[in-house]
C-alpha cells in the first residue's frame, strides 16, 4: 500500500468511524435492551481478532492480535463444550435475537471504536480468531496472507459479495469456478466445509489487496464497497 493509500484511507476511516458512532449511539441503549430481554449474559462481548501485520512471521500462530468488541449474539456458555469453531448457517449457539443482528450486522456497531482507535478499518477482510486461523491456514494455503499490510474491515468485498458463512451464489463471478474451489480435491464427506468458504473469501480478500495498489482504484473499490454495504444490512446478504 503506498503512501497517498494508506494516508487517504486512514483519513476515511477517521471520518467515517466518528459519523458511524454519531448516526448509531443512539441504537445501543435499544439493542441493549433486547439482547438482555432475550438471553442472559452481558450486552457486548470481546473476542481475540487477527489484525494486520507488515512482517512475515512463517508461523499462522503468531499474527497479531487485538480485542474485538461487538454485541453478544451468542448464549454466555456457547463454546464452553465446543471451544473456539467458525460461525455457520443455523448456528444453534446464536441467540433469537442474535440471528437478527447478525443478519443486519447490527452486532458490527462497536467495531467504529476499533477504526477510530486504529486496530481495523472501515474496508477490509474480516478479522478471524487467530486460533482458527492456525487450522485454516492448514487447510487453506496462504490464508493468513489476507492480513498482509492491510487492517481488518467492518466491511468488506468478502463481505458485501458473499453471505454470513462465505457462500457464493450464482450471480458471484467465482461461480464458474466453483468445481476447483469447492472441495477441489474430490474428498468425501466434506462438502460444504468451512475450508471452502474460507478459501472462496480469502479471493475476495486477495482482490481487495490488489486495488490498494493504485489510488484511484482503491477509492472507487472503497467508495463502492461501502455504498453496498447498507444493501447487505437490510437484506441480511452480501450482493
Known amino acids: 500500500m503506498n503512501t497517498p493509500v494508506r494516508v487517504a484511507k486512514r483519513l476515511m476511516d477517521i471520518a467515517g468511524s466518528l459519523v458511524g458512532l454519531a448516526a448509531t449511539l443512539p441504537l445501543y441503549p435499544l439493542i441493549a435492551a433486547v439482547i438482555k430481554l432475550d438471553s442472559p449474559g452481558p450486552v457486548f ?29 451468542m448464549r454466555r456458555d456457547a463454546e464452553s463444550a465446543t471451544g473456539a469453531v467458525l460461525a455457520q448457517a443455523g448456528d444453534p449457539r446464536v441467540t433469537g435475537i442474535g440471528r437478527l443482528l447478525r443478519r443486519t450486522r447490527l452486532d458490527e456497531l462497536p467495531q467504529f471504536l476499533h477504526v477510530l482507535g486504529g486496530q481495523m478499518s472501515l474496508v477490509g477482510p474480516r478479522p478471524e480468531r487467530p486460533e482458527l486461523i ?19 474491515g467492518i466491511t468488506g468485498l468478502a463481505q458485501v459479495s458473499l453471505d454470513y458463512a462465505g457462500r457464493m451464489d450464482a450471480t458471484s463471478p467465482l461461480w ?11 474428498l468425501e464427506g466434506i462438502e460444504d466445509s468451512e475450508a471452502d468458504d474460507m478459501r472462496t473469501k480469502m479471493l475476495y480478500d486477495f482482490a481487495y489487496a490488489a486495488s490498494l495498489e493504485g489510488f484511484w482504484n482503491f477509492l472507487r473499490t472503497d467508495l463502492g464497497i461501502i455504498l453496498r454495504t447498507p444493501k447487505v444490512m437490510l437484506f441480511g446478504r452480501g450482493r
Open 45 to 73: 462481548y470481546r473476542q481475540r481478532r487477527a489484525r494486520g501485520y507488515e512482517e512475515a512471521s512463517g508461523d499462522a500462530s503468531r499474527v497479531p492480535v487485538f480485542h474485538m468488541l461487538k454485541f453478544r449474539t
Open 134 to 152: 492456525v487450522n485454516l491456514a492448514a487447510a487453506v494455503p496462504f490464508f493468513e496472507e489476507r492480513l498482509r499490510a492491510v487492517k481488518p
Open 176 to 186: 464458474p469456478y466453483r468445481d476447483q474451489l469447492l472441495n477441489p480435491f474430490k
